[in-house]
C-alpha cells in the first residue's frame, strides 16, 4: 500500500454497527461487560477507546512501526519516554531543538536525577566521545528546531545500537509523508500531532510510534498509569486531518522552496536556513534520507535586532504571528521570545538562534501572495 492509500485507508474500517465511513467518535468513559473481565476488547476509556485505536493503527502503519500510542500532547508523549528512563540515566540530545523539549529534560527530569547533554549531532561521529555507560537514550530532531540543521539518521542510529542505547527521532518538522526513521533504525518516532499530522491548527495533541511491540507496551502500561491520554474527538481530528496530510505536505514544499529563494535574494535578509539549498550543510543527507525538505524556514535579518524584528514580524497579513506549525496556514513567529524562550540566551546564541531570527511555516496559500506578503513586511526596515 503507497502512501497516498495508507493516510486513507491504512487501519480504518467502515463501522460494522451503522457502516459509516468515517470513523465515530466514540464519547464515552466506560464499556458495558458481560461480566467481570468478559467484555469487547474496551473497559475503561483511559485505556482504550474505539477512536484512539482506529487511530494508532493509521499512525503505526504511516511510520513502518508495529505500535502506536496516542497522547494529550507532544509534550506528554515525550514524557512517556522519559519516564521509560531510571534516576541516574542520561539522555543525549541534539542541541538545537524544541524549547519545550528542553525544559522538560533540564527543569523536570533533572530533579529525578536524569541528566540531559546536549550535543551537535549535525557529524554523527562526534557522538562516540559522548556516549557514557550510563547513556540510556539518544534524541533526535530532524530537521531541527529551529535552526533546519539536519541529523543523520541511519549513522546515530548505528552508533546507537553498538553500544545498546534507545534512539528517539522528533519528526514533528518533517512528517512521515517526507521521513519514516523507524526504517533508518530508530526505535522510536514522536510526533506532537497538534502540526502536520493534524494539519488545520484545531487540535492538540501527540504520539509515538515503535517497532518493539515489548517498548510499545511498557510506554502503553505507563501511559494507562499516567493518564496522558487524548479525547476521542481529538482523535477524530488528526484522523480526519492525515487523510490529505500528503497533499498538505506536498503543496507546502513547494511554496517553501520558493520563499526560501526568495528571502535568499533579499538585501535585508541575511542567512536563511533551509535545508533545500544546495550549499546547506545537511543538504545531501537530507536528500538521502527526505522525500522533499519541508516546509519550514527560518532566517536572520542583516542587522541583528529585535527591534527590526518585530517590525516584521507584526507586519504580515497572510503570514499569522502565532506559535506552532504545519497547519495549512502560513504562520511567522520569533523563538527567541516565543517557542525557544526557555532556553537560556547564551545557550541559544551557541547554535545560532539570534534574537532577529524568524521562523517560518509556510502553509498551502497561493505562494504569489506569501511572497508578496513578506516583501511588504521586510519594506518596513
Known amino acids: 500500500m503507497k502512501f497516498?492509500?495508507?493516510?486513507?485507508?491504512?487501519?480504518?474500517?467502515?463501522?460494522?454497527?451503522?457502516?459509516?465511513?468515517?470513523?465515530?467518535?466514540?464519547?464515552?468513559?466506560?464499556?458495558?461487560?458481560?461480566?467481570?473481565?468478559?467484555?469487547?476488547?474496551?473497559?475503561?476509556?483511559?485505556?482504550?477507546?474505539?477512536?484512539?485505536?482506529?487511530?494508532?493503527?493509521?499512525?503505526?502503519?504511516?511510520?513502518?512501526?508495529?505500535?502506536?500510542?496516542?497522547?494529550?500532547?507532544?509534550?506528554?508523549?515525550?514524557?512517556?519516554?522519559?519516564?521509560?528512563?531510571?534516576?541516574?540515566?542520561?539522555?543525549?540530545?541534539?542541541?538545537?531543538?524544541?524549547?519545550?523539549?528542553?525544559?522538560?529534560?533540564?527543569?523536570?527530569?533533572?530533579?529525578?536525577?536524569?541528566?540531559?547533554?546536549?550535543?551537535?549531532?549535525?557529524?554523527?561521529?562526534?557522538?562516540?566521545?559522548?556516549?557514557?555507560?550510563?547513556?540510556?537514550?539518544?534524541?533526535?530532531?530532524?530537521?531541527?528546531?529551529?535552526?533546519?540543521n539536519i541529523v543523520d539518521i541511519k549513522a546515530v542510529c548505528a552508533i546507537a545500537k553498538a553500544h545498546g542505547i534507545m534512539v528517539c527521532v522528533d519528526n514533528t518538522f518533517a512528517s512521515p509523508y517526507l521521513q519514516t526513521p523507524i526504517d533508518l533504525g530508530a526505535d522510536l518516532v514522536l510526533h506532537s500531532a497538534t502540526k502536520y499530522l493534524g494539519g488545520h491548527s484545531d487540535v492538540v495533541h501527540g504520539c509515538v510510534i515503535s517497532n518493539d511491540e515489548e517498548l510499545g507496551?511498557?510506554?502503553?502500561?505507563?501511559?494507562?498509569?499516567?493518564?496522558?491520554?487524548?479525547?476521542?474527538?481529538?482523535c477524530f481530528l488528526v484522523l480526519r486531518g492525515i487523510k490529505t496530510l500528503h497533499l498538505r505536505v506536498e503543496r507546502a514544499c513547494k511554496n517553501a522552496k520558493k520563499v526560501a529563494k526568495f528571502l535568499v535574494a533579499h538585501p535585508k535578509v541575511g542567512r536563511v536556513n533551509y535545508p533545500g539549498f544546495k550549499d546547506h550543510p545537511g543538504h545531501k543527507i537530507a536528500k538521502a534520507q527526505m522525500r522533499d525538505f519541508g516546509a519550514m524556514v527560518s532566517f536572520d535579518l542583516k542587522k541583528d535586532s529585535y527591534s527590526d524584528a518585530k517590525k516584521v514580524l507584526s507586519n504580515t497579513n497572510f503570514f499569522l504571528l502565532a506559535e506552532s506549525l504545519g497547519g495549512v496556514e502560513s504562520l511567522i513567529g520569533h523563538p527567541a521570545s516565543m517557542t525557544h524562550a526557555s532556553i537560556p540566551k547564551k545557550e541559544r546564541l551557541k547554535v545560532g538562534l539570534t534574537d532577529s531570527l524568524i521562523r517560518l511555516s509556510v502553509g498551502v496559500e497561493d505562494v504569489d501572495d506569501l511572497i508578496q506578503d513578506l516583501e511588504q513586511a521586510l519594506a518596513n526596515l
Open 217 to 234: 507496551q511498557r510506554l502503553r502500561f505507563i501511559q494507562n498509569a499516567a493518564g496522558g491520554v487524548p479525547g476521542p474527538q481529538d
Open 4 to 148: 497516498g492509500t495508507k493516510v486513507i485507508h491504512a487501519g480504518i474500517e467502515p463501522d460494522p454497527t451503522s457502516g459509516a465511513v468515517m470513523t465515530p467518535i466514540y464519547q464515552t468513559s466506560t464499556y458495558v461487560q458481560a461480566e467481570p473481565g468478559v467484555h469487547k476488547g474496551y473497559e475503561y476509556a483511559r485505556t482504550q477507546n474505539p477512536t484512539r485505536s482506529a487511530l494508532e493503527a493509521n499512525l503505526a502503519a504511516l511510520e513502518n512501526g508495529k505500535t502506536a500510542i496516542c497522547y494529550a500532547s507532544g509534550l506528554a508523549a515525550m514524557d512517556a519516554i522519559l519516564k521509560l528512563l531510571e534516576s541516574g540515566d542520561e539522555v543525549i540530545s541534539v542541541n538545537d531543538l524544541y524549547g519545550g523539549s528542553y525544559r522538560l529534560m533540564t527543569t523536570v527530569y533533572k530533579q529525578f536525577g536524569i541528566k540531559s547533554k546536549f550535543v551537535d549531532l549535525s557529524d554523527a561521529k562526534v557522538l562516540e566521545k559522548h556516549i557514557s555507560k550510563k547513556t540510556k537514550l539518544i534524541w533526535v530532531e530532524t530537521p531541527t528546531n529551529p535552526m533546519l
